[in-house]
């Protein structure tokens, strides 16, 4: 994250050098490779924390107690998943008799959530300035490029990070939740599992995180490729054949 921060605010500050005087705007280069993967990086990051950070789910339950039959309570959570902060509604107003006390999920995902969605808002904000200054002061880029590594790593350790998260979630808010609600153990007391959203929109965020590392690993050889980084290991290596 911090990484993207410094790569936002160096593209903002070369923006005001005196370098930058030279505008030139060449929308034809976001047909070239590096360009069309930048526009790419930048759709993908919306789609990361669209369809993560926009998640609203909710997990029920049909419990029978004492005055009630077959009463449906729900647990609703939502982005950023503090799962422990969730109660599910109550029976009926008596409490089953006061035998039913406030059921909470339990895990708090926040840090993994947030981890995520936040990397995928960074990396919108520093496509936006990258794609500026590779269409319209594409001299300045080529003086001031940088190996998109670390971003790459961040998409790798945030996705698995997040995996694993979503995982547990779906465990939480799962049919497992219910031997552990103290409540259901009551005299009289049965709590059946009912049902809990589909979290195939979280699936696809994964999935998303996945090609968005993807799509920076091939940035770091496209801009391998681009700039002079290339031709100077060319000359080192070709160097030793033409002393001989």
């Known amino acids: 994250e911090a990484a993207a921060v410094g790569w936002c605010w160096f593209l903002l500050a070369a923006l005001g050098s005196h370098r930058m005087v030279g505008l030139r705007m060449d929308i034809s280069m976001l047909l ?42 729900t647990a609703a959570f939502t982005y950023p998943f503090r799962l422990n902060t969730v109660v599910f509604s109550a ?6 008799g006061g035998t039913w ?20 808002a960074l990396v ?3 496509c936006v300035t990258a794609l500026v200054v590779y269409i319209g002061y594409n001299h300045v880029y080529q003086q001031n490029n940088k190996f998109p590594l670390t971003v790459t790593f961040l998409w790798l350790v945030s996705t698995f990070v997040w995996a694993k998260a979503l995982a547990d979630i779906k465990v939480a808010t799962g049919a497992s939740i219910v031997p552990g609600i103290e409540s259901c153990k009551a005299p009289g007391t049965t709590c ?13 965020s994964v999935v998303f995180g996945l090609l968005n590392m993807i799509l920076w690993a091939g940035n770091v050889w496209l801009v391998y490729k681009d700039t002079n980084l290339h031709s100077q290991w060319n000359r080192i290596s070709e160097s030793p054949a033409e002393r001989v």
């Open 91 to 96: 029976p009926d107003p008596k409490g089953c």
């Open 32 to 73: 070239e490779p590096l360009g069309f993967v930048k526009v790419l990086e930048w759709v993908f990051a919306i789609f990361v924390f669209a369809t993560c950070g926009g998640f609203r789910g909710e997990t029920a339950l049909l419990v029978s107690c004492e005055g009630v039959v077959n009463k449906t309570v």
């Open 101 to 120: 006390a406030d059921v909470y999920l339990v895990g708090d995902f926040s840090s993994s959530a947030h981890f995520f969605v936040t990397l995928a």
């Open 192 to 204: 059946l599992f009912l049902s809990v959203t589909s979290m195939g929109i979280l699936n696809v």
């Open 124 to 126: 919108f904000l520093y």
